[in-house]
C-alpha cells in the first residue's frame, strides 16, 4: 500500500514538473496586460470676458447682468481706465477723483534776426563824440562808443526776420479732473457736476456700489454697442477724446435748463423722477421735432400747450430734483424717447382722443 502510494506521488509530481515550465512559457509569450485607459478630462474652453474695450477682452472689470443691463462696479470700471485714480467706498458711497493730462504741445523757439540797413529817424540827434560816451537817439534806439545795440520792439529803422530753432520756448499742460459720486439706491450718479441717469438705479455687486456700464461709459467719453450674438458689451474710445466727461458749466445751456426745470416742476414737481424726466421728454422732444417751435422758449409758450406758462406757475422756483431731471433729460435721459402729449391721467382730452397711447406714469398718460 505504502509503495502504490508513493508511486502515484511520484507521477503526480512528473506531471506538475511538465506542466509549470509550459505556463511559465506561455506567460513570456502573452503581451502585458493594459491598463485601463485613464479617463481623459474634457478640454478647458477658453475663459471669455463679456466685456471688451478697443477689441481687447477685459477681465479686470467686476460685472453682472441684470434684466439685460450689464452693471460693473464703480471701483473696478474706474480702475480700468484710470489706475492713478482716487476711489473711495464706505457705506454705499463711492467717491472718485482722478486728474489727468490732456495735452502737451511744444512750441518752437523763434529767433528774430535782424537784417537789412538801419535807416535812422529823421529826428535823430547824433552825439558830436558817439566814441567817447553814449547816446541817445529821438526814437528810443540807444548806442553805445563799442557799437550799436538792439532797438526795442518794434523800433523804427530796423527790419527783423524770424528764425526756427530747435529748442521749445514753451509747453502748453492742460489738465483734466474728474469728481464723481455714486450711492447706492439713487437713479442716477454725479460725475464733474453731470447728472446721468441710471434708469432702476445703482445696485451692490459683491458689497460694491454698481452702476450700468453705459453710464460709466459716458464719464469717460467711451462709445459703447453691444454685440449680441456673442453676447458682448463693446467699448470704444473716441479719437481725440478727453479723459473724462466735461463740467457741467460747460455743457448745460442756462437758458435750456432755466425753462427745463420749471416747466418740469410745475407739471409734475411732486411725481417720481421718472415722471420728472418724461415730462422733460416730451418738452425736448418738441424742441427737436420740425412740426413744433425751435426754441425751448417758443415751445412752452406755444399757445394753449402747457398750462403753467398760461397760468404763471412756471416762474416759480423749481425743487432739487426737477432741477437734477432736468440736467438728466439735457444729458440724454430718455424715459419716453417719443412721446409729444401728455395730460392727466384718465382726462378726456385732444392727445387721448387723437394720438397714440404710449404709458401711463404717475398721474400722467402720454402720447405719441
Avoid at 2 to 17: D, G
Avoid at 168 to 197: F, I, K, S, T
Avoid at 312 to 333: C, F, H, L, Q, T
Wanted: glycine content about 6%; hydrophobic content about 45%; overall charge negative.
Amino acid at each position: 500500500m505504502k509503495k502504490r502510494a508513493a508511486s502515484f506521488l511520484l507521477a503526480i509530481l512528473a506531471v506538475v514538473s511538465l506542466i509549470l515550465p509550459a505556463l511559465a512559457a506561455a506567460a513570456v509569450d502573452q503581451p502585458p496586460i493594459e491598463e485601463p485607459p485613464a479617463e481623459v478630462s474634457p478640454e478647458i474652453e477658453e475663459v471669455q470676458s463679456a466685456i471688451r474695450l478697443d477689441g481687447e477682452p477685459v477681465f479686470t472689470v467686476e460685472y453682472e447682468m441684470r434684466g439685460g443691463v450689464c452693471y460693473a462696479t464703480v471701483n473696478s470700471f474706474v480702475s480700468l481706465m484710470d489706475a492713478e485714480a482716487m476711489v473711495e467706498e464706505e457705506n454705499g458711497v463711492v467717491r472718485v477723483n482722478a486728474s489727468a493730462v490732456v495735452e502737451v504741445v511744444e512750441v518752437p523757439g523763434q529767433d528774430e534776426t535782424f537784417t537789412g540797413e538801419f535807416q535812422p529817424a529823421e529826428d535823430t540827434v547824433w552825439p558830436e563824440t558817439p566814441a567817447d560816451e553814449g547816446w541817445m537817439a529821438a526814437d528810443g534806439f540807444q548806442g553805445a562808443a563799442n557799437g550799436f545795440q538792439e532797438p526795442a520792439d518794434g523800433m523804427a529803422g530796423w527790419e527783423t526776420t524770424p528764425v526756427e530753432t530747435d529748442a521749445p520756448v514753451a509747453a502748453n499742460v492742460v489738465m483734466d479732473d474728474l469728481n464723481m459720486v455714486a450711492v447706492e439706491g439713487e437713479q442716477y450718479l454725479v460725475a464733474n457736476g453731470r447728472y446721468l441717469y441710471a434708469g432702476d438705479g445703482l445696485i451692490q455687486i459683491n458689497g460694491c456700489v454698481a452702476a450700468p456700464i453705459r453710464v460709466l461709459a459716458k464719464v469717460f467719453n467711451l462709445d459703447v454697442s453691444f454685440d449680441s450674438e456673442n453676447e458682448v458689451v463693446l467699448l470704444t474710445r473716441r479719437p481725440g477724446a478727453q479723459p473724462y466727461l466735461d463740467a457741467d458749466w460747460e455743457t448745460y445751456n442756462n437758458d435750456t435748463l432755466y425753462w427745463l426745470a420749471r416747466i418740469i416742476n410745475a407739471e409734475s414737481g411732486n411725481q417720481s423722477l421718472e415722471g420728472k424726466i418724461a415730462v422733460g421728454n416730451v418738452v425736448m422732444n418738441r424742441l427737436n421735432n420740425p412740426r413744433f417751435p425751435d426754441t425751448i422758449y417758443e415751445v412752452l409758450f406755444q399757445k394753449n400747450q402747457f398750462t403753467p406758462a398760461a397760468s404763471g406757475s412756471i416762474y416759480r422756483e423749481p425743487n432739487e430734483e426737477s432741477v437734477a431731471a432736468a440736467k438728466m433729460v439735457m444729458d440724454g435721459a430718455q424715459v419716453l424717447p417719443t412721446a409729444l402729449f401728455f395730460n392727466a391721467a384718465g382726462l378726456k382730452s385732444y392727445a387721448s382722443r387723437t394720438r397714440t397711447y404710449v404709458a401711463t406714469i404717475g398721474d400722467h398718460a402720454f402720447y405719441e
